[in-house]
């Protein structure tokens, strides 16, 4: 009788971990559940931007796996800096493949950052998310943000700052890619943009990196307000 009783709680055991495992999988690749299921979910574009060495990079890849998110990548007529990829940092193309996607109407947003290269970021991806109910981010300087915010009102714009502008030029240096006068090139840039993103009307919210984990949780928390869904958690 109690060997009998044994397998059953050994088979009662098995069981259960199988269906915690399968929970569990389930939970890894779905990252966010909407507070009233039964309803469907807006899509949300999110504008992030702000000034090189901030930390942006870190924080747009949390957001596409916590979200299940889209990130649009942007297409560049520059060449690849240092550890830079095609297809994941930029889609670096040649000025006349750039030129006709602007006669094809294929950009959100486009410029010519520093009377140099052009920037410019699809609206395919972009609007094949939204449809779909999911998050889709861009990250983009203030000038394409500004651009972003007349053409779609309802975009959500997050600046991010470092804690101070010594901060913010320690990062820059950290980094090891410029030599001190492109450093001190970018970083007055860098303030400008900062300026200009405070005086205008384009961000809902600006987040203070000091701690890039908080910085993370408290973005993901302010992306899923505006969402309506329950906050993603880290797996």
């Given amino acids: 009788m109690h060997a009998q009783k044994d397998r059953v709680a050994v088979f009662l055991t098995a069981i259960a971990r199988f269906f915690f495992g399968v929970y569990r999988n389930c939970m890894r690749r779905t990252l966010y559940t909407s507070n009233m299921s039964n309803e469907s979910t807006d899509g949300l574009l999110l504008v992030l931007s702000g000034p090189s060495g901030v930390g942006k990079t870190s924080i747009v890849h949390e957001l596409i796996r916590r979200f299940d998110g889209v990130f649009s990548v942007s ?18 193309i040649s ?22 290269s052009w920037y410019g970021s699809p609206r395919q991806a972009i609007e094949s998310a939204l449809k779909m109910g999911r998050l889709a981010v861009l990250d983009i300087d203030v000038q394409g943000a500004e651009i972003v915010r007349r053409k779609c009102p309802q975009m959500y714009g997050i600046f991010v700052l470092a804690p101070s502008e010594a901060e913010l030029l320690h990062r820059l240096r950290q980094r090891g890619r410029e030599d001190e006068t492109a450093i001190q090139r970018r970083f007055a840039a860098s303030t ?44």
């Fill in 75 to 92: 297409a560049t007529t520059r060449q690849p800096g240092p550890g830079e990829v095609n297809g994941r940092d930029y889609d670096f």
């Fill in 95 to 116: 000025e006349s493949d750039f030129q006709k996607l602007i006669d094809d109407d294929c950009f959100l947003e486009y410029a010519q950052v520093f009377g140099r």
């Fill in 192 to 235: 400008r943009e900062i300026a200009r993103a405070r005086e205008g009307q384009t961000y809902d919210d600006f987040v203070v990196n000091d701690d890039l984990s908080h910085a993370i949780d408290t973005i993901c928390t302010l992306v899923a307000k505006r969402m309506g869904i329950a906050v993603p958690h880290s797996i």
